[in-house]
Nanobody, 125 residues
């Protein structure tokens, strides 16, 4: 079955960097869009960045210019490079795979049906 396993979270100071990884297994097609979401305590889950099968990307305004989403199809792994981190970036980060093959990348959780267990990112001031 499809499994997504995130890693790379941790604690950093403001201005620091982290690279999150999401290793996917249980399927071989590279035709599914994938995305990173985050959820902070007391807040709703929000989409952070998405990438489609052609490597077109989308980001929420809050992370544009600081975060980069990328994928390695050979390794079936999704990445999120996070630079210039801010305390407001602190959250549990989740990767997700789109439910429909070939769909455009989206930052709405409704379009994704497989989720990882999450990795915690904490940014201190």
């Amino acid at each position: 079955q499809v499994q997504l396993v995130e890693s790379g979270g941790g604690s950093v100071q403001t201005g620091g960097s982290l690279r999150l990884s999401c290793e996917a297994s249980g399927y071989t097609s590279t035709g599914y869009s994938m995305a990173w979401f985050r959820q902070a305590p007391g807040k709703e889950r929000e989409g952070v960045a998405g990438i489609d099968r052609l490597s077109s990307t989308i980001y929420i305004d809050a992370v544009k210019g600081r975060f980069t989403i990328a994928k390695d199809n050979a390794k079936n792994t999704l990445y999120l490079q996070m630079n210039s981190l801010k305390p407001e970036d602190s959250a549990m980060y989740y990767c997700a795979r789109a439910s429909r093959w070939g769909s455009a990348a989206s930052l709405s959780s409704a379009g994704y049906d497989y989720w990882g267990q999450g990795t915690q990112v904490t940014v201190s001031s």
